[in-house]
């Protein structure tokens, strides 16, 4: 066993080892014990010139994690300690003579311990057991030779110098502390090299990054690391803290303030901090800045920027020169919520507003030529196309594009009869050109999947209206259009006889003879049984009838017979 002691010398030797052993166990005495080893739950030890065995639970002290011990061992390693023997086992070899081991187990948690005082502000040395995500757990007893047994405290994140030194913390390493206080916790220590954080920040102006929860409550911190807070109190901003509560509330996650340094709180290195709203409102002076749209229902536009700042966009060609109509056009599109890119032109202090020109976005160049998903919104009032889901497009329907005749005739059509209900069409369009104010010239691209449903028979379901008429969609999705024409069918009397006889939700075979590349219209011819077996019903060959003729009929004269009568009777 890896903690027992080997007999291969002369067995009085061992015996009286032994009894001496057995002895102090009896009476309970406690001897001076030295670690050697650290092996499974405990540590080897030499004890009464014997190897003795102590779990780790029987030592003087305790740590939260079993893997602390192996951090701390190489501190410990050839420490002495007082413990009580408990446990001794003896076993001969009978094989050999004299050989055998004897086991001893040591119990070191009455070990008295000398009490220290610790002192605020003064430097220890410690060895980092354990690390973790807001801080390292580091044992100074090793500063005084673990004589005053365990002396764990927590190092945190913000007591070190930097995020670097706290990256190459490791366990195991030793450690210059500063102890700071005592809490309910256990200790508190800081980087030995760290610097005080009141005398660092105080009355200087640092940059604060806004963190917005997910229940709309605002959280704080400097320079992204140390935690703030930002009280918004009269005796602080004076008249304006109306003002700097309203724009608080619009702040939006990931935003950066500036803000003065009020105080660090000792011990926690909390901030407290003051908004500088002049640094934070003048600096983006011809510089560029998100805006926010709003659009109310009347479809007034108003502008936040960075989240708290009103801002007014100016329609004038001083600003855009002869792209003023481009800009009116496009801001007839946008909707609420819309996040666009600006120039500050001007800051007014006194009312906290921009005045911002709108900036094109020069990167949508780059769509020139490619394939692109949108929408066309069609209404009574006409139809308005939508690209990405964000840009407004226009689609001119002109020969130069369309190449005239069926296509153009098919693209005008489409937009025309589909204008008496409110609907929406996805579909493919090519980029001809961009406007760099965000306005799409198009070109409509047919669904050319659908062409494979030609010659195809497929389910189409019947619909009837509340007028009674009927409707026909092709797998729950395509409108499609059921002709009634001789060409198509032959016997059209049985066809109209058998569609009055059709009920809601019905399903037919249709074979599909056409689809409109535009929209979307299925042209189907209706398959029945019933009805291809009268059409296509083999010609009978009937016998030659010859006709003898008797005389001459004078119609006249049969006429006139036949009114005589009918006066008569």
Known sequence: MPFCTNIQEPEDRFDALLENIEIVKDQGIEVPFRIVDIKKGGFLVKIEGLYGYVPFSRMPWTYPHLQCWDFAFPMLTGKSFMGKVYSIERKKNITEEGAGFIRVYVDATSNLLTKTDLFRNTDYQGVVIRKMLHGAMVDIGCHFNWKCGSLPGILPVSKFPDSESFRLCKPGQIIGVRYLLKKEQGLYFEKDDYIDLHTKYTGKTVSVKVYRRWDGSLHFRVEDRYKAILPVTRSIYGEGKDWIMNTVKDWSDGDIIDCEVLDVKSYTDLFVIKWLPENDFEKNIDKTVRVKVFRDEEGHLDFVANGRYKTEIPLTKAIYGGKILSVKNAMKNWFDGKIINCKVLEADLDTGQYVVKWLPNEELKSYIGK???????????????????????????????????????????????????????????????????????????????????????????????????????????YKAELPLKRSVYGKLDLVKEKMKSWTNNEIIDCIVLDVEPYTDLFIVRWMSKILDKIEYLPKMELPDIKLKVVGKINLDEMNHRFNSKKKTK
């Not at 579909?427 to 104010?437: A, G, I, M, Q």
């Not at 062409?451 to 007028?467: C, F, L, P, Q, S």
């Open 371 to 477: 394939l692109v998903r949108g929408k066309i919104c069609i209404s009574g009032d006409g139809y308005r196309i939508f690209v990405e889901d964000k840009y407004y497009a226009k689609m001119p329907v002109t020969r130069a594009i369309y190449g005239g005749g069926k296509m153009q005739s098919l693209v005008k059509n489409a937009l025309k009869n589909d204008c008496v209900e409110d609907k929406i069409i996805h579909s493919n369009f090519e980029v001809l050109d961009v406007d760099p104010y965000e306005q799409f010239v198009v070109k409509w691209l047919p669904n050319k999947k659908l062409r494979a449903y030609i010659g195809k028979t497929v389910e189409v379901e019947v619909g009837i209206n509340e007028r009674g008429v009927l409707d026909f969609l092709v797998e729950n999705k």
